[in-house]
């Protein structure tokens, strides 16, 4: 599977929001975003009104990055929420949330979801008690995550969390033993756990075209 290799900053300029793709780099004043935030290209400051479809589209395009998928990958997720019982944009949201990679970035472990998805690969992480070196994953309620036993690995992780836990929270559907480095998913999380400016409704239109 291709995987992306541009300029991560130029994916949060053309979204116009700041998704901190980049780690640390997205806090400073460094950041491409913070300098320059239009979308790229000589015509990235023109005020051109969109049209519903490109809406619809960049709104599709900016949670996908958010959350690290590809294409078809997004849209198996969107088929998956649309066959589940409740209202297929919130259901959609929740399952994006419940990846592995995102429940791993959630829980500091990681300063991206990038580095989640690597340190899940390598098997850096359990779902109880059981390495599961999948990022998508997902995690169910009352589910454990916890950090592999590799002296190496829980070192680097407990040093990420001191460090992030001065820039962020984490969510209140996740619990952490910071010591222990062992979470659980106490209950499936809302839309207002994500703190992201969604409007997942735009993402079911273009997907009910």
């Known amino acids: 599977m291709g995987r992306y290799t541009g300029p991560k900053c130029k994916l949060c300029r053309r979204e116009g929001l700041k998704m ?3 780690g640390d780099r997205c806090a400073t004043e460094k950041c491409p975003f913070t300098k320059r935030p239009f979308a790229p290209g000589q015509h990235g400051k023109s ?9 619809q589209l960049r709104e599709k395009q ?4 958010i959350y690290g998928l590809f294409e078809q990958q997004f849209r198996v997720m969107f088929q998956r929420a649309a066959k589940a019982k409740g209202v297929t944009g919130r259901t959609l949201l929740q399952l994006l949330e419940r990846r592995l990679d995102n429940v791993v970035f959630r829980l500091l472990f990681a300063v991206s979801r990038n580095q989640a998805r690597q340190l899940v690969r390598h098997g850096g992480v359990l ?3 059981h390495k599961v070196n999948i990022p998508s994953c997902i995690i169910k309620q009352h589910d454990k ?4 036993k590799d002296e190496a690995i ?14 962020r929270s984490i969510p209140e559907w996740l619990t952490l033993d910071k010591e222990a480095l062992v979470a659980e998913a106490v209950r499936l999380p809302e839309k ?3 703190q992201l400016p969604i409007n997942e409704q735009l993402i079911v239109e273009l997907y009910s075209k």
Request: positive net charge.
């Open 20 to 22: 901190f793709l980049k």
């Open 47 to 55: 005020q051109k009104k969109p049209s519903n479809y490109a809406v």
């Open 154 to 167: 829980r070192k680097i992780v407990k040093a990420m969390v001191e460090k992030i836990s001065k820039e």
């Open 192 to 194: 207002e756990d994500s």
């Open 145 to 148: 995550i916890s950090v592999s």
């Open 62 to 65: 900016k949670v996908k990055r």
């Open 127 to 129: 779902v109880n008690g």
